[in-house]
């Protein structure tokens, strides 16, 4: 760490994009992009709020208020907020500690001295002496953010790898004085290249500013861990055109419902869907019809409790022949009553199959949307909708990420059910046997004491190949 580095007191402005940069990018691969994950990232590595509060910054405010009430990501943010202080202003500290005898709480120029009280009403104490070296206060830092950072993994979604985003967090070899001067010269030497010139564990390159968007920052940080990020469905979003046209057709209706063909409309992705729509808009939709068969998704069944507070009709229908869905039928009834009866003068549909243009041919006063997927639409449907003037989009714009709620639930409840199914056993009738079969007399304490000390803890274990066998604690 060079004492003669140029620094920034921490409380001049630090460079950051500026909005002519932004709009330049809009235009690039990273439009369309979601801003969850950056934010999260530029919150626990300390970067200012008026950052956050900047129409025209990547970073969302809402995500740094809602962060900022959680103890275990604010705890991250400060720590980090004092390694990057101390790291950019090094030399002007030092100095002022060897030659003045200075103390960190003596130099509010250069350190966040908020920063350091809070951690101390947690009970984390930075400063742990008056006579330590600067070095050793970004070692113990390190430390503490290394011990910290595991708790802030469930602010992530399970699809994005936990080990490349806590890499951004922990110095190389961070403990030691020469593992902290090799970062410090690395960061000095490239400030301007890392985010907001806030410390992060980064190879620095002309990328740009990292924490633009949700999509290049994935991007990029799969790069650098060697790898690739694939699913770019999870971190983009549908563009405003697509948004703005499903708001309008829901503000010029009277009474909107969603219909849903649950053979040909994929649960995950109209989550996403509806997650991602203005939440004040998406609540005039007065229903939403599940029109479900037996051969259909499971997580139909979980739809209600993701489905944004809408009411839900559940329709299961059953198969007179096996080999023959009759949910197109039920389903054109089902809209032709909404109709006639209900007074729904406009219907969302979601599905994939052409077997509804005759049903939207026919009720030629009713007003139609249909959301489709790119893999299960061919090119007739699209055509025929655009020559009646029918807007359709692509439930597969919208940004999956936020749908893993109801992924892991139906995952959860799937692996219960077959489970349930194929796992039948009851230990007092197993114990029964056991004590038949080896003819061992024991007393009740004694019978008790085995329960416990060898039955109760006993655990699945899992072997490479997957197959699973029950294992006695305590042999």
Not at 71 to 78: C, F, G, H, L
Not at 247 to 256: A, L, M, V
Not at 442 to 470: R, T, W
Request: aromatic share 10%; charged share 30%.
């Amino acid at each position: 760490m060079d004492e003669t580095t140029n620094t920034t007191p921490i409380g001049e402005n630090i460079d950051s994009p500026g909005e002519e940069e932004i709009q330049q990018a809009t235009v690039t691969s990273w439009k369309n992009s979601t801003y969850e994950i950056i934010s999260k990232v530029a919150y626990l590595i300390g970067v200012r709020k008026q950052i956050f509060e900047k129409e025209h910054e990547p970073p969302r405010l809402e995500i740094y208020e809602e962060l900022d009430k959680q103890t275990n990501a604010k705890i991250v943010r400060e720590l980090c907020r004092l390694r990057a202080a101390i790291e950019r202003n090094f030399g002007h500290i030092n100095k002022k500690i060897q030659y003045e005898y200075r103390t960190l709480m003596t130099l509010p120029e250069y350190i966040p001295l908020d920063a350091i009280q809070y951690l101390s009403g947690e009970g984390i104490s930075v400063i742990k002496s008056k006579n330590r070296l600067l070095v050793d206060t970004i070692i113990e830092l390190n430390r503490l953010i290394c011990d910290r950072i595991n708790n802030c993994r469930d602010l992530f979604p399970i699809w994005l790898d936990w080990q490349y985003v806590r890499d951004l967090f922990v110095m190389p070899d961070g403990l030691s004085v020469d593992g902290t001067k090799k970062a410090a010269d690395l960061y000095h030497a490239n400030k301007m290249k890392y985010p907001y010139q806030m410390y992060v564990n980064w190879i620095p390159d002309d990328s740009g500013n990292i924490l633009f968007s949700d999509k290049k920052f994935v991007t990029l940080l799969y790069k650098q861990h060697g790898d690739e990020f694939a699913d770019i469905s999870k971190v983009s979003d549908a563009g405003s055109i697509i948004k703005n046209n499903i708001y309008e057709f829901i503000n010029d209706s009277n009474k909107t419902v969603i219909v849903v063909d649950c053979e040909n409309s994929d649960p995950y992705k109209l989550i996403a869907t509806l997650n991602n729509l203005d939440r004040e808009t998406v609540s005039k939709i007065s229903k939403i019809f599940l029109y479900n068969d037996i051969h259909a998704s499971s997580a139909w069944k979980l739809f209600e409790s993701y489905a944004k507070n809408i009411e839900v009709e559940h329709i299961m229908i059953e198969r007179v022949k096996e080999n023959k869905s009759l949910v197109d039928i039920k389903l054109s009834t089902g809209v032709c009553r909404e109709f006639y009866k209900n007074d729904v003068d406009s219907f969302i549909i979601a599905s994939s199959d052409s077997d509804y243009w005759g049903l939207i041919d026919s009720l030629e006063d009713a007003r139609f949307l249909v959301m489709v997927e790119y893999d299960k639409c061919g090119p007739d449907i699209k055509n025929a909708l655009i020559g009646r003037g029918i807007f359709y989009c692509y439930i597969d714009d919208f940004c999956t990420g936020n749908s893993n709620d109801i992924k892991m639930a139906a995952l959860i409840t799937e692996t219960k059910r077959y489970l349930a199914e194929r796992i039948q056993l009851n230990v007092q009738v197993m114990l029964d046997e056991v004590y038949r079969v080896t003819r061992v007399t024991m007393s009740e304490a004694e019978c008790q004491q085995f329960y416990n000390k060898y039955i109760k803890p006993m655990h699945l274990v899992i072997a490479e190949n997957g197959d699973v066998s029950v294992e006695l604690r305590g042999r």
